[in-house]
C-alpha cells in the first residue's frame, strides 16, 4: 500500500517581474485529510495550489508526493496522482460534457487507446464519475450551454475521471448559490471520508471552512501565517490581524463545528 | 448502474455508426467530385472514355490527358483542400480561435517572400514553389522561437510574433517585387493561388510530406481536445502542453507549406471547412481531423473543376473561386440559426 503523503518542504517562489513572493512554506499533508488553503486576497493560495499542481515550479525548497519529488514524475504519472479542479473554464468550442470527462482519463491512456477507441475500462471510469456527480444526464450537453452549479459539477466529474488519490481544488464553490455550494461540499466531504482522498483546496468563505476541513493553513502575504487543526486556527486572535476584520467564533449549532462571522 | 450501461452502450453504437456512415458518405462525395473533374476539362470526355482511360494508362491520347493532366492536377487540387483544412483546424485548435487559419502566424508572408526572393535572385529556375515551402516554414519558425521565451501564454505571443512578421515580411516582399519589375506578374498570379502545370513528382513530395505530418498528428487528437480547455487543465491531466503545441505548430506548418507548394496561397478553405465540419460533426478532433481531410479535398477538386471550366470567363485563379463560394456561404452559415447542418 503506497502512501501518498504530500511534504512541502521550505519551499519559496516568485513571478517573474512581480513582487508577488511564496516564502518558507513548509507542511505536511496526510492522506484522507482535508485542507483549506485560507487568506486574504493575493496572500498566494492560488499560487501554492499551482507548485503542489506542478503548474509552476518552486524556486526554493522541494514538494514531495509519495516517495517523491514532485518534479521526478513525468506528466503522466503526476497526473495519476494528483488532480486539478479549475475554478473557471470556458472553452473555444462547444465540447460535450462528455468530451470533457473523458479528458480526465487522458493521462491514462496509452498509445493505441489515443489512436483508436479508447478500452472499456477507460469508459468505465468516466460513466461512473459522471454518476457520482450525478452529470450523467448532462453527458451530451454542450459544457458552454451549462448553469454555475451544473459546469462545477462537471468539472469535479473530469477530475473524479482522473482517479487520483489527491484533489487540488481551486475555489470550489466561488459563485455558487448556498444550495450547489452545499451539495459540491457534501459531495466533496463524502470522497474524503468514504474514499479517503486527500483534498488541498483554495477556499475563502470563512462561515462554512470550519464545517468541513480537517486543517487549514491560513496565508498572509506569501508566508503561512497559522496552521493546524480547523476547529484550531479559527479560534486564533491573529485572523482579525489577517484579514483585517473583527470575527465572532460561534459553534455551530447542530453540527458541533465552529462558524466565523465577521462582526 | 445496468439500466445506464444499456443505454449508454446503444448511445455509443449509434454514434459510432452514424461517424462511419457520415465518413463513408464523405469518401463518396470526395470520388464523386473526381469523377465530375475527370469528366470536365477543355475538352468533355464522357466518363466510360475516363473509365477506359484510367484502366489503360498506355491507350492513347485520352489517357494522357487523364493520366499526366487531370489526374495530377485533381491529385494535387485534393491534397492542397486536404493539407488547409486539416491545417486551419490544428490552429484553430491551437490557438483557441475559431478565427486562425493556415496562415495565421505568418506562414504565407514567409512563402511570399521565399517565392519572391526566388524569382528576383535565381529567375527561370522553377524555384518558386520549394523556396515558398521553406519560407512558410521558416516564418513560422521564427514566430515559436519568438514566443518560446515567454512563458506566460505563449500562443498568444505567437499570435502577435507572427502578425508582426507578417507585416515586415511583406514589406521586404513589396520592396523586392517593386525594385524588379519583371517578376511583379509572376509573383502576383501566384499569390492569387492555382494549381498549374502539375506534375506527378509534385505530388508526390507533398503528399509524402502530408503523410508524415499526419503520422505526427494522429497521436494528439485527443491531446487537442485537452488543449480546448485551457493549458492549466491540460497540463492537469497529463499533456506536456509546450510539447505538445510544438508538435502541433509543427505538423500544420509541413500540413500548409506542403500546400503551398503546390498551389500558392489559396485562402479561406483553411478557415471555413473546419467550421463547416464542426457543425457537422461537434468539434472533438477524432472527428473533426478526417472529416476536414475529406471535405477540403473534395471543395478544393469541385473549385479546381469549376475554375477550369467556367464558361464565360475562362479559366479563372482557383484562390478567386474559393473566396466567392467560400465567402457567401460562410457568411450564410454564420446568419442561420444553429444546428448541425450543411444548409
Redesign the interface.
Known amino acids: 500500500m503506497t502512501s501518498y503523503h504530500v511534504s512541502i518542504d521550505r519551499v519559496g517562489f516568485h513571478w ?1 517581474g512581480s513582487s508577488e513572493t511564496l516564502q518558507e512554506i513548509s507542511g505536511e499533508i496526510t492522506e484522507g485529510t482535508w485542507l483549506a488553503l485560507i487568506g486574504p486576497n493575493g496572500a498566494g493560495k492560488t499560487t501554492l495550489l ?1 507548485l503542489m ?3 509552476e515550479i518552486p524556486s526554493l525548497g522541494r514538494i514531495h508526493v509519495g516517495q517523491r519529488a514532485l518534479r521526478e514524475y513525468s ?2 504519472q ?3 496522482l ?3 479542479m ?1 475554478q473557471a ?8 460534457v462528455r ?2 470527462v ?3 482519463q ?4 496509452g ?1 493505441w487507446d ?2 483508436g ?1 479508447p478500452r472499456a475500462s477507460h469508459r468505465e471510469a468516466v ?1 461512473e464519475a459522471l ?1 457520482a456527480t450525478d452529470t ?1 444526464a448532462l453527458a ?1 450537453r454542450k459544457f458552454t450551454d451549462l448553469s454555475g452549479g451544473e459546469a462545477r459539477r462537471v468539472l469535479l466529474a ?2 473524479l475521471a ?1 482517479q487520483t488519490p489527491i484533489l487540488l481544488l481551486d475555489e470550489p464553490i466561488a459563485y455558487l448559490d448556498p444550495g450547489h455550494a452545499k451539495d459540491l461540499l457534501e459531495r466533496i466531504e463524502r470522497l474524503v471520508r468514504e474514499q479517503r482522498k486527500t483534498v488541498i483546496m483554495a477556499y475563502h468563505d470563512l462561515t462554512t471552512v470550519g464545517l468541513y476541513c480537517d486543517q487549514i493553513w491560513a496565508l498572509e502575504q506569501g508566508r503561512i501565517r497559522l496552521q493546524g487543526a480547523a476547529a484550531e486556527v479559527l479560534c486564533q486572535p491573529e485572523l482579525k490581524a489577517l484579514f483585517g476584520l473583527d470575527f465572532l467564533t460561534l459553534t455551530h449549532p447542530t453540527r458541533k463545528r465552529p462558524v466565523l462571522l465577521w462582526s | 448502474m445496468t439500466g445506464l450501461d444499456a443505454k449508454h452502450r446503444q448511445v455509443g453504437i449509434y454514434l459510432r455508426t452514424r461517424t462511419t456512415l457520415v465518413f463513408l458518405l464523405l469518401v463518396a462525395l470526395l470520388l464523386a467530385a473526381f469523377a465530375i473533374g475527370l469528366v470536365h476539362g477543355s475538352t468533355k470526355m464522357a466518363l466510360s472514355t475516363v473509365w477506359h482511360a484510367m484502366l489503360h494508362p498506355a491507350g492513347g491520347i485520352s489517357s494522357v490527358i487523364v493520366w499526366q493532366i487531370r489526374f495530377p492536377r485533381l491529385v494535387a487540387a485534393a491534397l492542397v483542400g486536404a493539407g488547409l483544412a486539416v491545417s486551419g483546424a490544428v490552429m484553430q485548435a491551437l490557438l483557441q480561435n475559431p478565427l486562425a487559419d493556415p496562415y495565421v502566424v505568418g506562414a504565407s508572408s514567409g512563402a511570399g517572400l521565399g517565392a519572391v526572393v526566388a524569382e528576383t535572385f535565381v529567375p527561370g529556375m522553377a524555384l518558386v514553389a520549394p523556396a515558398a515551402f521553406l519560407g512558410a516554414l521558416a516564418a513560422v519558425f521564427l514566430a515559436w522561437m519568438l514566443a518560446r521565451a515567454r512563458s506566460r501564454s505563449p500562443m498568444l505571443t505567437l499570435l502577435l510574433a507572427g502578425y508582426a512578421l507578417s507585416v515586415l515580411f511583406s514589406a521586404i516582399s513589396t520592396y523586392l517585387m517593386l525594385q524588379n519589375q519583371r517578376s511583379l506578374t509572376t509573383i502576383f498570379a501566384w499569390e492569387l493561388g492555382g494549381i498549374h502545370g502539375i506534375t506527378w513528382s509534385a505530388v508526390g513530395v507533398a503528399a509524402c510530406i502530408m503523410a508524415a505530418s499526419a503520422l505526427m498528428l494522429i497521436p494528439y487528437l485527443k491531446t487537442m481536445n485537452a488543449l480546448l480547455l485551457g493549458d492549466d487543465v491540460a497540463h492537469g491531466v497529463g499533456v506536456a502542453v509546450r510539447r505538445s503545441q510544438f508538435v502541433l505548430l509543427l505538423s500544420a506548418s509541413l500540413f500548409t507549406a506542403a500546400a503551398v507548394y503546390l498551389s500558392g496561397l489559396i485562402g479561406f478553405v483553411g478557415l471555413v471547412i473546419p467550421h463547416l465540419v464542426r457543425r457537422l460533426s461537434g468539434p472533438e478532433h477524432e472527428r473533426v481531423i478526417p472529416f476536414s481531410f475529406l471535405v477540403g479535398a473534395t471543395f478544393m477538386v469541385l473549385a479546381d473543376t469549376v475554375a477550369e471550366r467556367l464558361p464565360p470567363l475562362g479559366t479563372v485563379p482557383i484562390g478567386l473561386i474559393t473566396a466567392f463560394i467560400g465567402g457567401p456561404y460562410f457568411l450564410y452559415v454564420l446568419a442561420r440559426p444553429g444546428g448541425r447542418r450543411f444548409f
Do not use: C, N, S
Not at chain 1, 106 to 109: D, I
Open positions: 517573474p499551482r499542481a506542478g503548474l506528466h503522466q503526476r497526473a495519476g494528483l488532480a486539478l479549475p473554464m470556458r472553452p473555444a468550442f462547444e465540447l460535450e468530451t470533457v473523458e479528458m480526465g487522458l493521462g491514462q491512456l498509445f489515443r489512436i477507441r460513466d454518476v450523467y451530451k473530469m477530475v482522473q
